[in-house]
């Protein structure tokens, strides 16, 4: 994966957690750190399509949207532009997306999905 640009996507989305000025309180978020930069990049191809697969679907098809989870997606996305084996891929995912993306279309319409 091209470190610079993950560390960008990293800093853009912000920190995992902060300590609060003047307390022991510590606030975390649902965000993706450099541990997990390396665990995508030790992934299968296979395993690395199934999770962006679940994580687009969750996040950009059914809409239950998650700032730590768009972060991952873009994450992995990187590392899709990182592997030859996968970007020869990119139009089956593509088309997966829009199949996928339109099937749950219709079932929303039909009321079948709320």
């Not at 996507?9 to 003047?22: D, I, Q, S, T």
């Amino acid at each position: 994966m091209n470190k610079e640009k993950a560390n960008k996507v990293l800093e853009v989305y912000g920190k995992p957690g902060f300590k609060v000025k003047g307390s022991n309180r510590v606030i975390t978020f649902a965000r993706q750190d450099i541990s997990d930069v390396e665990r995508i990049e030790k992934l299968s191809d296979e395993d690395l399509i199934q999770e962006w697969k679940g994580l687009v679907f969750l996040n950009h098809i059914y809409g239950q949207v998650s700032l730590g989870e768009l972060q991952r997606i873009d994450l992995i996305e990187l590392e899709f532009d990182n592997r030859a084996s996968i970007s020869k891929r990119m139009k089956e995912l593509k088309s997966w997306y829009d199949m996928t993306r339109k099937e749950f279309k219709l079932q929303e319409e039909k009321g079948l999905i709320k």
